[in-house]
């Protein structure tokens, strides 16, 4: 399906809401009937997710979004004339809010021509494009609504010089075997020329890990239950959130943070729609959520994997978090 107001918008829609529901359902009845029990980190992000998302990149405990704001704003213009590109795909688009640094200085070169977004919500979508018609008048916006595990295939081939984004570390909230086919995907879209920019989040101190996820306002502990909030509304269930503890720490040996949900107390929890009735005990914890940390080795060796050759990494003085340049090898 296609819409838009204009000669200069597209999106083109994989997921329709039927098969959204579909698709929870089956993550849901899987997650909650596996060992340990578990919820998909993608659903987090209804309304109050995205609102509570917004307030935690404000807190400073968390550093990951000014700092890679600030490494995207001192490297958009080198980047842009190194790279000559004059189409950006950005994969989890959301408000688009970082990508206008790099629409910025293509379009003080000159080269600024299309945008593709990509991402799960056809309303954000379509929201932040609208925006950036308005603020770019030489611009063309052809976006997709769909699932970067599934539909990337969707995005359309390369009309120039292409550079791909992934930004936000969201590379870490997946398995290895994960972000392998995701990175496998990616060099597809980017064909011979292309070159792709991804944020990654980089191994340190814990205690820094721990308070960024773990904040001292409760933003955090607060985001993570609303995931139960989500399966309440969509799957008809009766969880009760504000019963659950957030639980996240820091596993040094596999360089990631781990986010839990563990009860006060042992529930009996029905799931109308799924006729699914599960126990959550105090002793077990509903896994929520993965983010995972790397190295400039790690992530060359990822990125080769998928047929990639890191070019250009970028960081900050402390070394918190970087951006990493790759093309097709």
């Not at 987090?44 to 307030?55: K, Q």
């Not at 105090?282 to 060796?301: G, H, L, N, V």
Request: aromatic share 8%.
């Amino acid at each position: 399906m296609r819409q838009g107001p204009s000669d200069r918008l597209t999106i083109d829609v994989c997921l329709d809401p039927g098969e959204l529901a579909r698709a929870m359902a089956q993550d849901v009845r899987a997650g909650l009937t596996a060992r340990p029990k578990r919820l998909p980190s993608k659903y987090f992000y209804d309304a109050r997710g995205s609102e509570l998302f917004e307030r935690i990149t404000e807190l400073p405990e968390y550093y990951q979004t000014r700092t890679e704001l600030e490494i995207l704003e001192s490297i958009a213009r080198d980047l842009v004339e190194e790279l000559g590109c004059d189409e950006l795909v950005e994969l989890g688009s959301g408000s688009s809010t970082k990508t206008r640094v790099l629409l910025d200085a293509m379009e003080r070169r000159g080269s600024l021509w299309r945008y593709l977004p990509f991402d799960v919500s056809a309303e954000i979508l379509r929201d932040s494009a609208l925006d950036l018609l308005d603020r770019y008048p030489a611009l063309s916006v052809h976006g997709v609504v769909g699932d970067f595990q599934r539909h990337l295939g969707a995005v359309p081939p390369p009309r120039g010089s292409r550079l791909v984004i992934f930004l936000g570390s969201t590379i870490g909230n997946l398995e290895v075997d994960e972000r392998r086919d995701f990175l496998s995907d990616v060099r597809g879209l980017l064909g011979d020329n292309g070159s792709f920019l991804l944020g990654v989040d980089l191994v340190k101190d814990p205690a820094v890990l721990d308070a960024a996820y773990d904040d001292s306002a409760g933003v955090t502990a607060e985001f993570n239950r609303n995931i139960l909030r989500v399966v309440n509304r969509g799957m008809d269930a009766d969880f009760q959130p504000e019963s659950y503890r957030h639980v996240a720490f820091y596993d040094v040996q596999k360089a990631r943070i781990e986010m839990h949900l563990a009860p006060e107390r042992d529930q009996h929890v029905r799931v109308a729609r799924l006729d699914l009735e599960i126990d959550v005990r105090t002793d077990e914890t509903i896994w929520t959520e993965i983010s995972c940390k790397f190295t400039r080795d790690t992530t060359a060796d990822m990125l080769a994997e998928a047929g990639l050759d890191l070019k250009h990494w970028y960081t900050d003085p402390d070394e918190l978090f970087a951006l990493a340049l790759a093309s097709p090898a």
